[in-house]
């Protein structure tokens, strides 16, 4: 077990985690980016309510079209029995009339009653609050919910994807990621690899390149942009002539810095688009550096699906760009 507490702004989080071999838990169930929201059947105010489901279904990010962060269904306390429990992700919301140190505790289980599962529980006092859910609070349970589905799918990788794929992308580039099974070389050239898993509607691609950039610092913003458009047009061809992938600059280019395992990175969300051809989707990428030489190391992921929703496309491939540098 392990257990971990903060205060932030009136807000009090508690983190454990227990699992038992002495008491297996079945399997849980819900497909990815599902939540199930468990609350009162009484005393839940309607601008709570409205609240936590506008916090759980806003805009993911980087995405051509809008789609929620997740697909929520609720229940009552009184509905949480058969299947209900085996949900992957669960959000209990408990109401207390009585004062507490903040006005919202956050706790959260692992496994509690099926395995893999988070088990979130947030008691909200309704003595000192309004009513609505604090960006802080609603950035914390998306943040909660995105890392351990992205740990479940890395784990399930591990566990069966593609072992020998992710042993030549090792060989060939010096970055151990965690494949999904599906994937071949569409291309290989020096610094570059390209991993593609082609369906009869979706194409999803996997670029793995380095560069050199002087300096300590990871590259700027405009410089990643500038590389990854110069090697999708060297390498990166569309089906008709003179066609290549490249950054659409209709769309806002998402950056930020995140830790993945050890290594700091540059994160980069934005759309594609192929020139001089009508292909076009969502990317992701991580930019970071191994050591403290001027070898720079991207990983990229790229969903063509026109026919269908591209967020779960997105969070299998970040899940891809997460393993980078794990066991």
Same mark, same amino acid.
């Given at each position: 077990?392990?257990?971990?507490?903060?205060?932030?702004?009136?807000?009090?989080?508690?983190?454990?985690?227990?699992?038992?071999?002495?008491?297996?838990?079945?399997?849980?169930?819900?497909?990815?980016?599902?939540? +199930?929201?468990?609350?009162?059947?009484?005393?839940?105010?309607?601008?709570?309510?409205?609240?936590?489901?506008?916090?759980?279904?806003?805009?993911?990010?980087?995405?051509?079209?809008?789609?929620?962060?997740?697909?929520?269904?609720?229940?009552?306390?009184?509905?949480?029995?058969?299947?209900?429990?085996?949900?992957?992700?669960?959000?209990?919301?408990?109401?207390?009339?009585?004062?507490?140190?903040?006005?919202?505790?956050?706790? +959260?289980?692992?496994?509690?009653?099926?395995?893999?599962?988070?088990?979130?529980?947030?008691?909200?006092?309704?003595?000192?609050? /309004?009513?609505?859910?604090? /960006?802080?609070?609603?950035?914390?349970?998306?943040?909660?919910?995105?890392?351990?589905?992205?740990? &479940?799918?890395?784990?399930?990788? &591990?566990?069966? @994807?593609?072992?020998?794929?992710?042993?030549?992308?090792?060989?060939?580039? @010096?970055?151990?990621?965690?494949?999904?099974?599906?994937?071949?070389?569409?291309?290989?050239?020096?610094?570059?690899?390209?991993?593609?898993?082609?369906?009869?509607?979706?194409?999803?691609?996997?670029?793995?390149?380095?560069?050199?950039?002087?300096?300590?610092?990871?590259?700027?913003?405009?410089?990643?942009?500038?590389?990854? /458009?110069?090697?999708?047009?060297?390498?990166?061809?569309?089906?008709?002539?003179?066609?290549?992938?490249?950054?659409?600059?209709?769309?806002?280019?998402?950056?930020?810095?995140? #830790?993945?395992?050890?290594?700091? +990175?540059?994160?980069?969300?934005?759309?594609?688009?192929?020139?001089? /051809?009508?292909?076009? @989707?969502?990317?992701?990428?991580?930019?970071?550096?191994?050591?403290?030489?001027? #070898?720079?190391?991207?990983?990229? @992921?790229?969903?063509?699906?026109?026919?269908?929703?591209?967020?779960?496309?997105?969070? #299998?491939?970040?899940?891809?760009?997460?393993?980078?540098?794990?066991?």
């Amino acid at each position: 077990m392990y257990r971990f507490a903060a205060i932030l702004s009136g807000i009090t989080f508690f983190i454990s985690s227990c699992t038992s071999d002495k008491n297996p838990k079945p399997l849980s169930i819900g497909r990815i980016s599902e939540i +199930a929201v468990i609350v009162p059947e009484s005393g839940a105010s309607i601008s709570l309510i409205k609240s936590l489901n506008g916090c759980l279904t806003s805009e993911y990010p980087g995405l051509p079209q809008a789609e929620p962060q997740f697909n929520v269904s609720t229940f009552s306390n009184a509905a949480f029995s058969g299947l209900v429990p085996l949900h992957k992700n669960i959000l209990f919301i408990e109401l207390s009339s009585k004062e507490q140190n903040a006005a919202l505790i956050l706790t +959260a289980q692992r496994n509690v009653f099926a395995n893999p599962q988070l088990v979130l529980r947030l008691k909200i006092s309704t003595k000192n609050t /309004d009513g609505t859910l604090p /960006d802080s609070i609603c950035h914390t349970l998306i943040q909660y919910f995105n890392r351990e589905e992205r740990n &479940r799918l890395i784990e399930s990788y &591990r566990k069966s @994807g593609d072992k020998a794929l992710s042993e030549m992308v090792f060989s060939k580039s @010096g970055i151990r990621i965690h494949l999904p099974g599906g994937f071949s070389l569409a291309l290989e050239k020096e610094n570059f690899l390209w991993l593609r898993k082609e369906t009869e509607n979706t194409s999803t691609g996997i670029l793995v390149y380095s560069y050199k950039i002087s300096g300590g610092d990871l590259p700027s913003p405009n410089t990643i942009i500038q590389v990854r /458009d110069s090697v999708g047009k060297k390498y990166v061809l569309g089906p008709s002539p003179n066609s290549f992938m490249i950054t659409d600059s209709n769309y806002p280019v998402i950056q930020y810095h995140d #830790q993945m395992n050890e290594y700091r +990175a540059v994160i980069t969300r934005c759309l594609w688009k192929t020139e001089n /051809d009508f292909m076009g @989707g969502p990317f992701f990428s991580a930019t970071f550096k191994k050591d403290s030489s001027d #070898q720079v190391y991207c990983i990229e @992921g790229f969903v063509y699906a026109p026919k269908f929703e591209k967020r779960d496309y997105i969070k #299998q491939l970040e899940a891809v760009l997460y393993s980078a540098g794990s066991d």
